[in-house]
Every structure is written in C-alpha cells, then in structure tokens.
C-alpha cells in the first residue's frame, strides 16, 4: 500500500480555498542567505499557497493510496462542513496516532531543528519562539515557528515511520533554501519529475523557447485533468476520486516500485528503473525527430505533428500498459486553459488578484 504523509496544514490551506475562494491575503516565505548568516521574511500572495497545496494533494490523492496526516491536529480542517470531509470518510485521508509515541519523535525532531536552523539570526528567533511559548504560550515569530519547528517535527515523523511526506509549500520553500531534503526515495516523485522534465522539452519545442507557454509545464497535468472535468470547484474531489480508478494501474505500478525500493529489492528497482527509461527514450524520439530505425510512426499530439523512425521494439511498447499511461500525461495539454478555469471557479479569473496569481504561474521558472 502507498502511503504519504501530509500536513495538516496543507488540508486547512486548501479547505480554505475550496470554500471562501481567493482570500488576497499574504503569507510569508523565509530566505536565507547563509554567505551573511542572516535571513529575512518575504511577502507572498497566500492563494498562491493554496492552489501549490491543491495541486500536491491532487497528486497524491490519485497515485498514492492513503494520505496520512497527524490525528491531533485534524481539527484545523476536520469540520462537517469541510470539503475534505468525504475524502476523509472514504478512507483517503487517513489520520495517524504520531503522539501516541512522543519520545520517538523528540531526538530527531531535535536533530532537524539544529539542521535548519541554517543561520545565527534563525537560531535567536527560535530560542525567543521556545522561552515565548514556555512563559505564555505564543511566539513572537509565528511564521517561523510553523515553517521550522512544525517542518521539523513532520520530518521527523517520516523518518521514523518511513513514509514519504508531502510538505505544505510554505515548509517545502524552506527546506530547499535551507539545504535540507526528503530522505527517503520516492517512486511517485521519480515519475512527477520524469513528466515535468519532457514536458519542459516538449513544450519549449514546440514554442519555440517561448518562456511565457512554456512555464505551465511547471503545473502538473493530473490537477489540470481534474479541473477540466469538474464543473464547480465542489466537484473537484469526486473527479478527483473518478480519477483513481482510471489510473489504478499506474497507482499499482508505482505501489510496486516503492515496495522494491523499501524492500533494497535491487533487482525489481532497476525493472521499474528501465520501464521509466523506456518511455523517457520514447519522448526524446518524439520531441527531437531524430530517431533511427526502420519502423515509420505518424503521431499527432494536438500541438505537435511527428513522423519519425525509430526502435521498434521500445515504440510498440509506448503503446501500451503502464508506459501508454505515463506517455498520455506527458503529452498532455499544458494546461493554461485549465488554470484559468480554476480562477474562474473561485470568483477571479478577471480580477487583478486573479492575473497576479495566473502571471506567478506563467513566469516561475520552477516550482519549489
């Protein structure tokens, strides 16, 4: 079984978005600069959080099996009238006793904290968050206290039970500017990062080195799949349950991969391993045109045409199973119809605060 942890946090930012729509709130996000041992505090629009948050759940909720969250604190999005409450009661959402066992989260969390705490200036905030917190139960650096001593506990949660973690964006943002990564190999992410990379290729292909079309690959297609069938955002999550059943053999596919990798099954990884570097080849045949073989294909990709020569064996193979799966979301539209759909759905498709959020999308070169 495919298991990830996720924050609570992240199911409060989207039960947030799903029910009020856009907030035009701000957030913060945490720089550092570790050449000045220092760091600063950076404004971000909050709903651009939110629709990152969305989209990872999305993700997780059709390829992974049960997404694991930290039952003392499902109180933050749990209510009845949440719209995460059927995901919940459908065994997807999965709450988890962690606290049952505090002192084997202690010592790591510990540990964690020490690592991301990269920078002096980041060690004297969190030394005044505790004596703040032990004296009357507040900090005085509240997004701090969330991003680095929450992130480190939830790390330390997927360490020691060994499962793979899903940070909220706000956390994930940090960790990487903080040097600190996931531990553990993760199959589904392997994948995400296989589509991201040719469709990156595909799509600067086809426009050629256009920055502004281009940038949508950065979006994930699954989300985008999701909101083209919805027809209001209270639809998203049913879609998004249809949506597991017409990809339950990837989903199994991946369960396989992700067993053989905890299991140092080396043999199996590298079949898996293979499989991936089969549809890779597949898409750089397509992308580039310059294949050399003896079988002739015609493609027709909506943006793209091809008539290209190439591996018999690895082309017909493309064609079907687990490889036609991945291939399908590879070539998959880029999804700037989609985005606007979404902004659409939450009440802001022309307003300013909508265009900023769509331009943050079109102009970010990466995702965290």
């Not at 540990?111 to 705490?117: G, N, Q, Y």
């Not at 990564?181 to 589509?195: E, R």
């Not at 955002?233 to 017409?246: L, N, T, Y």
Request: with cysteine; proline share 4%.
């Amino acid at each position: 079984m495919s298991r990830v942890l996720a924050d609570n946090w992240s199911l409060q930012s989207i039960g947030e978005l799903i029910t009020n729509g856009l907030g035009n709130d701000t957030a913060s996000t945490i720089e550092i600069c570790k050449a000045k041992d220092t760091h600063e505090y950076k404004s971000i629009e909050y709903d651009i959080i939110r629709i990152e948050a969305l989209f990872d759940f999305l993700n997780d909720v059709v390829l992974r099996d049960e997404v694991i969250v930290d039952e003392s604190y499902i109180g933050t999005w749990a209510k009845p009238e949440s719209p995460l409450v059927g995901l919940h009661e459908a065994g997807i959402i999965c709450p988890f006793p962690f606290l049952a066992t505090p002192e084997r989260l202690k010592a790591p969390t510990e540990a964690l904290v020490k690592r991301l705490c990269a920078t002096s200036t980041l060690e004297n905030e969190h030394a005044k968050n505790n004596s703040m917190w032990a004296l009357e139960r507040r900090t005085p650096y509240p997004a701090l206290s969330s991003t680095l001593w929450g992130g480190a506990g939830m790390l330390a949660r997927s360490h020691i039970y060994e499962c793979n973690y899903t940070p909220h964006p706000l956390r994930k943002r940090f960790f990487l500017n903080a040097g600190v990564f996931l531990g553990k190999t993760d199959a589904s992410n392997q994948l995400k990062n296989l589509i991201h990379k040719k469709r990156v290729q595909l799509f600067a292909k086809s426009n050629g080195e256009n920055g502004l079309y281009t940038a949508f690959l950065q979006l994930p297609p699954i989300p985008f799949r999701i909101i083209e069938e919805s027809s209001d955002i209270h639809d998203i999550f049913r879609i998004a349950i249809e949506m597991r059943s017409q990809l339950q053999g990837l989903r199994q596919w991946l369960n396989q991969f992700q067993n053989a990798i905890d299991n140092e099954d080396v043999t199996s990884m590298l079949k898996h391993e293979e499989l991936l570097s089969s549809v890779s080849r597949y898409a750089d045949q397509i992308i580039s045109g310059n294949s050399a073989g003896r079988v002739d294909m015609s493609l027709n990709l909506g943006l793209l045409k091809f008539s290209l020569k190439g591996d018999p064996v690895n082309l017909l193979q493309n064609q079907f199973g687990v490889r036609s799966t991945i291939n399908s979301l590879i070539f998959d539209k880029p999804g700037r119809q989609a985005l606007k759909k979404l902004l659409k759905f939450l009440g802001d498709a022309d307003t300013s605060s909508g265009y900023k959020i769509f331009e943050h999308f079109a102009s970010t070169s990466a995702l965290p």
